[in-house]
Nanobody
Framework: QVQLAESGGGLVQPGGSLRLSCEASGSTLDYVAVRWFRQAPGKEREAIAC????????????SYSAAVLGRFTASRDNSKNTAYLQMRSLKPEDTAVYYC??????????????????WGQGTQVTVSS
């Protein structure tokens, strides 16, 4: 059973950058895509990006939400069993808890998928001057 551990959140000024990591243990991420979500205070959780498998296609730009398209880039390093979310040009409205999630049946970023059984613990990103 895969466990996901996120890291890389923190406090950053508007216009700054952060890179979030989602490291898997217990199983390989090689054959599954990883969806990135965020939840801001008082708002519903939203899907914002997807780290594709090496063969599943990037499905750009549709795998990114309009709010982050062009500023965030999702990727992966299979040798480290880790997915990444590179965030640039951060805005105060990007402040949220960020989560990664996956599931054995989630292997393409263009899948309409809701039953993610494996979640990271979340990492807080605060964008403020």
């Amino acid at each position: 059973q895969v466990q996901l551990a996120e890291s890389g959140g923190g406090l950053v000024q508007p216009g700054g950058s952060l890179r979030l990591s989602c490291e898997a243990s217990g199983s390989t991420l090689d054959y599954v895509a990883v969806r990135w979500f965020r939840q801001a205070p008082g708002k519903e959780r939203e899907a914002i990006a997807c780290s594709p498998t090496t063969t599943g296609g990037t499905h750009y730009p549709e795998s990114y939400s309009a709010a982050v398209l062009g500023r965030f880039t999702a990727s992966r390093d299979n040798s480290k069993n880790t997915a990444y979310l590179q965030m640039r040009s951060l805005k105060p409205e990007d402040t949220a808890v960020y989560y990664c999630a996956t599931d054995p049946g989630f292997y393409r970023c263009d899948q309409v998928y809701t039953d993610y059984r494996h979640w990271g613990q979340g990492t807080q990103v605060t964008v403020s001057s």
